[in-house]
């Protein structure tokens, strides 16, 4: 079993900066890959970013210049910072990981979620 566990969310003023992390626990072998999604109010969940093995990374382009995902593989954890914060990046922010696959496009662990608002 593999527990993952977000911290760092909360209400962050338009323009400001939040750092996310995330902690695997338990059976951590055989993570290959580490990442984050996120879900705003009525919206389908969307992939943010992920690192996984043999050096792959993914960003998704409508955050990519503000965006920086970091990986521990060591600590078995995953940070993600944003900047330059807008209303629409109001959203639950989830840590997703995924056994054995280089990739986060359908994870199969998933955090609690933790929640950030941008008041508009």
């Known amino acids: 079993q593999v527990q993952l566990v977000e911290s760092g969310g909360g209400s962050v003023q338009a323009g400001g900066s939040l750092r996310l992390s995330c902690t695997a626990s338990?059976?951590?072998?055989?993570?290959?890959?580490m990442g984050w999604y996120r879900q705003a109010p009525g919206k389908q969940r969307e992939l943010l970013a992920y690192?996984?093995?043999?050096?792959?990374?993914y960003v998704a382009d409508f955050v990519k210049d503000r965006l920086t995902i970091t990986r521990d593989s060591g600590k078995n954890t995953v940070d993600l910072q944003v900047n330059n914060l807008k209303s629409e990046d109001t959203a639950v922010y989830y840590c997703?990981?995924?056994?054995?696959?280089?990739?986060?496009?359908?994870?199969?662990?998933w955090g609690q979620g933790t929640q950030v608002t941008v008041p508009s």
């Open positions: 997703a990981a995924r056994q054995f696959y280089f990739d986060l496009t359908s994870p199969d662990l």
């Open positions: 338990g059976s951590t072998f055989f993570l290959s890959s």
């Open positions: 690192k996984a093995g043999a050096g792959r990374s």
